[in-house]
């Protein structure tokens, strides 16, 4: 048995998939074999998962069973809904809230299969990401509406009102464009668990743990910060100078894998181009793509041996917000999307499972005898 050591896995393969394709070279991602770009501007979200799940686009009557289905896992128990009340009233974050209701989705619910697992888990995430923001907000949880789409119904939850057409495009947009990303480390936990033969709930809910963190799923917030910040002033280049003077990473920027532009941003660019036009507030989005502008011409200045170009975040930052989706949850939107990766990536474990077990190399002391209490 090799012992060398693979800090953070970097490079390490460890699972075959047909879920998603990343060449960080080239720039390009396929998911379930379609390029990102098409994936994103045509199908649903629905459409979008359905090929993860079962590995090809649905017929038109697959689609409507699944859409069904979906739409009938939505409600959440008296006791999920006691549990986001209580996170709410704690000031608890949402990706806590979405733990916590997560991890509680099969509870008094019937669940007959893997099949209707997955789809209770998916179906209900909006359902409580909703329901915990109008908790926050001091108002009442918006029952869901069977007869929207999982986006449109996403949006509908949060504020009471049946959304615009352009802001139900944005953000399918971008729940496809995020929703499969090879093995990230959400991703990764979600298979950790399964090849143990635990169960999809569980997956999901050691997924939005590992998502929390900041350096996975964090980003987007601080870059409408960011945005924001610059807009007011009007000057990009001052801030960029100012943050690279001090050491700061420019957020919405860099990539592990990613050498080139972020496709994905070329993708939520577009989207929110398209947005902004349509009647959002188009000054703010010139601002961005001056300070990317800007921004990629300096870091290249700065750091001539490393390409920095946008990352997804970036303009994940300029769609949510101009769809309307509050900053505090574009984290716990982005799990609303990658639920779907996460729970196929399960999935796909469990159809050709080994247990993931990798080894550590011991560091510790050689050999110590147990001291009694009294001689510590
Ligand atoms: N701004 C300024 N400099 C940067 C940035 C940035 N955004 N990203 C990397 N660098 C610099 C580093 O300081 C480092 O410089 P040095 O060699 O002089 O020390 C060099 O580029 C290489 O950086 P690494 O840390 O090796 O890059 P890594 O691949 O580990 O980082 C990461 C990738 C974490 C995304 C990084 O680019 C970053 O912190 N970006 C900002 C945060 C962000 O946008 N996160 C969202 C990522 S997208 C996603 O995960 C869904």
Redesign the pocket.
């Known amino acids: 048995m090799s012992n060398d050591l693979h800090l953070g896995l970097e490079g390490i393969a460890v699972a075959e998939t047909r879920l998603s394709h990343i060449d960080g070279e080239t720039g390009t991602l396929l998911i379930g074999g379609y390029p990102v770009e098409e994936l994103a501007n045509e199908a649903t979200y629905e459409e979008s998962v359905y090929l993860l799940l079962h590995g090809h686009a649905p017929t038109a009557s697959e689609l409507e069973d699944f859409r069904e289905t979906l739409a009938t896992h939505r409600e959440l128990t008296d006791e999920v809904h006691a549990l986001l009340r209580a996170a709410a009233a704690a000031d608890l974050p949402a990706m806590d809230a979405l733990r916590m209701g997560v991890a509680a989705a099969n509870l008094g619910v019937d669940l007959d299969g893997p099949h209707a697992e997955a789809c209770r888990v998916i179906a209900c995430f909006p359902t409580i990401v909703a329901a915990y923001w109008r908790y926050r907000q001091g108002e009442d949880p918006v029952a869901p509406r069977g007869d929207l789409r999982h986006a449109a119904n996403y949006l509908y939850m949060l504020t009471g009102e049946k959304p615009t057409d352009a802001a139900v495009r944005g953000l399918e947009t971008y729940l496809n464009t995020v929703v499969d990303h090879g093995l990230n480390a959400s991703t990764f936990s979600a298979r950790v668990v399964v090849s143990t033969e635990s169960d999809l709930v569980s997956a999901a809910t050691a997924a939005v743990g590992t998502l929390k963190g900041p350096?996975?799923?964090g980003?987007p917030g601080p870059v409408l910060e960011m945005l924001r910040e610059v807009h007011a002033s009007g000057d990009p280049e001052q801030y960029v100078r100012e943050a690279?003077d001090a050491g700061e990473?420019?957020?919405?920027?860099?990539?592990?894998v990613y050498r080139v532009r972020d496709p994905r941003a070329a993708v939520l660019e577009t989207a929110a181009e398209r947005f902004f036009e349509a009647g959002g507030d188009a000054a703010f989005f010139e601002t961005a793509r001056r300070f990317e502008d800007v921004a990629t011409e300096l870091?290249a200045e700065d750091?001539p041996d490393?390409r920095?170009e946008t990352?997804?975040?970036f303009y994940t930052a300029m769609l949510l917000d101009g769809v309307g989706v509050p900053k505090e949850l574009f984290t716990v939107t982005f799990a609303v999307s990658r639920v779907g990766g996460w729970l196929a990536h399960a999935l796909e474990q469990r159809a050709d499972n080994r247990l993931i077990r990798p080894i550590s190399r011991y560091v510790g002391d050689e050999r110590r005898l147990w001291p009694p209490l009294d001689e510590r």
Do not use: D, I, T, Y
């Open positions: 350096l996975h799923g980003a690279l990473r420019l957020m919405g920027f860099g990539h592990r870091l750091k490393r920095l990352n997804v975040e």
